[in-house]
T-cell receptor
């Protein structure tokens, strides 16, 4: 149980375009979803937290107009990187928590390369 | 000062060795603690939770010292498959229950 999927697993896009990443909880209802970013040789940095039906809460330094998060249902959250630039190239990982609010289940990540 | 600090390593150890990783955290209000394992280009996977009384899972032992704000992970009888990055995670409840990841410690077990 507690499986989280992400799609796509990797994506290459051109500078200036937008990319949408989906995060789904497959076998549980995710009341809260988290989006992380990980640059090479660095740790996971929390970008934002979203609760179903509410606006996401962004961490300091994360541009909410650039990283659009939608958590419209209890099983799906999306992250859209708008007007992507090469410096946005990174490994984006989502996680989800349900009734066990202290436990997070991680998706397999999406590797984004912006050329 | 980073909220969660780890020695980045790498730790290169022979098979069968015992290796220990340490982690310190700055927020004394932190409530829960975990060790995660992350393989290259993969998502982190929960290795074990860390309790004040200490806990063991097979070859892995985790300890928490709240007074010193210090967490440790001991791996006995290292296997080649233990090669990975080990991430210390501390939680905080500043509004929402959030995970704060350490930078990770790289372990390479050598044949």
């Amino acid at each position: 149980g507690a499986v989280v999927s992400q799609h796509p697993s990797w994506v290459i896009c051109k500078s200036g375009t937008s990319v949408k990443i989906e995060c789904r909880s497959l076998d549980f209802q995710a009341t809260t979803m988290f989006w992380y970013r990980q640059f090479p040789k660095q740790s996971l940095m929390l970008m934002a937290t979203s609760n179903e039906g509410s606006k996401a809460t962004y961490e300091q330094g994360v541009e909410k107009d650039k990283f659009l998060i939608n958590h419209a249902s209890l099983t799906l959250s999306t992250l859209t990187v708008t007007s992507a630039h090469p410096e946005d190239s990174s490994f984006y990982i989502c996680s989800a928590s349900g009734t066990s609010w202290y436990e997070q289940y991680f998706g397999p990540g999406t590797r984004l390369t912006v050329t | 000062r980073k909220e969660v600090e780890q020695d980045p390593g790498p730790f290169n150890v022979p098979e069968g060795a015992t290796v220990a990783f340490n982690c310190t955290y700055s927020n004394s209000a932190s409530q829960s603690f975990f060790w995660y394992r992350q393989d290259c280009r993969k998502e982190p996977k929960l290795l074990m939770s860390v309790y004040s009384s200490g806990n063991e899972d097979g070859r892995f032992t985790a300890q928490l010292n709240r007074a010193s704000q210090y967490i440790s992970l001991l791996i006995r009888d290292s296997k080649l498959s233990d090669s990975a990055t080990y991430l210390c995670v501390v939680t905080t409840t500043s509004g929402t229950y959030k995970y704060i990841f350490g930078t990770g410690t790289r372990l390479k077990v050598l044949a």
